[in-house]
T-cell receptor
Framework: AQKITQTQPGMFVQEKEAVTLDCTYDTSDQSYGLFWYKQPSSGEMIFLIYQGSYDEQNATEGRYSLNFQKARKSANLVISASQLGDSAMYFCAMREGPDTGGFKTIFGAGTRLFVKA | GAVVSQHPSWVICKSGTSVKIECRSLDFQATTMFWYRQFPKQSLMLMATSNEGSKATYEQGVEKDKFLINHASLTLSTLTVTSAHPEDSSFYIC????????????FGPGTRLTVL
């Protein structure tokens, strides 16, 4: 069975500093995808970044980068130059199977990030 | 703008009544949609996969007779919570695949259900 583990229920970071949110996963699939989503207090789910299991380079999207360590089955999110607006819940997620639209995505427990001014 | 809509955005109902939540894909077709439930300060738990033209696939532990899913068209999936009870109070979110290679999802804005 698939599993996503986020061990940090809450994290604090000073504004303008970088922060790493941890995520480990467990799957027997060879082909899978890893995602990070942000959920502000409004409840909407905002897609941040994606890493495919066959991607050799770490994904980056602006201030977000994904530290993908396949052998360790970890997919940590790094947010650089934190902003007050980054305060939110962050979910690591995994899509089973190859890159087709019909495969379900499961989510970790989430990490609440607090950015301090 | 939003590509997946949900209606209603919130609903309050009495215990024992049934509530229908709609999930619509805007400007694109979705043969598959997903329904999630999120309790306060918890993660999104996948309830079921809604398949256009066929029966939904429910996750283990989800009562299919209580959470009825109908995917009647390529742009609409509905979740009906039958005989709702206070423990069904939750945030219900639907999503649809974007169709992009990585399999990202467009998420609806969610529906907050409160059962009195």
């Amino acid at each position: 069975a698939q599993k996503i583990t986020q061990t940090q229920p809450g994290m604090f970071v000073q504004e303008k500093e970088a922060v790493t949110l941890d995520c480990t996963y467990d799957t027997s699939d060879q082909s899978y995808g890893l995602f990070w989503y942000k959920q502000p207090s409004s409840g909407e789910m905002i897609f941040l970044i994606y890493q495919g299991s066959y991607d050799e380079q770490n994904a980056t999207e602006g201030r977000y980068s994904l530290n993908f360590q396949k052998a360790r089955k970890s997919a940590n999110l790094v947010i650089s130059a934190s902003q007050l607006g980054d305060s939110a819940m962050y979910f690591c997620a995994m899509r089973e199977g190859p890159d087709t639209g019909g495969f379900k995505t499961i989510f970790g427990a989430g990490t609440r990030l607090f950015v301090k001014a | 703008g939003a590509v997946v809509s949900q209606h209603p955005s919130w609903v309050i109902c009495k215990s024992g009544t049934s509530v229908k939540i709609e999930c619509r894909s805007l400007d694109f077709q979705a043969t598959t949609m997903f329904w999630y439930r999120q309790f306060p300060k918890q993660s999104l738990m996948l309830m079921a996969t809604s398949n256009e033209g066929s029966k939904a696939t429910y996750e283990q532990g989800v009562e299919k007779d209580k959470f009825l899913i109908n995917h009647a068209s390529l742009t609409l999936s509905t979740l009906t919570v039958t005989s709702a009870h206070p423990e069904d109070s939750s945030f219900y979110i639907c999503s649809a695949p974007t169709g992009l290679a990585e399999g990202t999802q467009y998420f609806g804005p969610g529906t907050r259900l409160t059962v009195l």
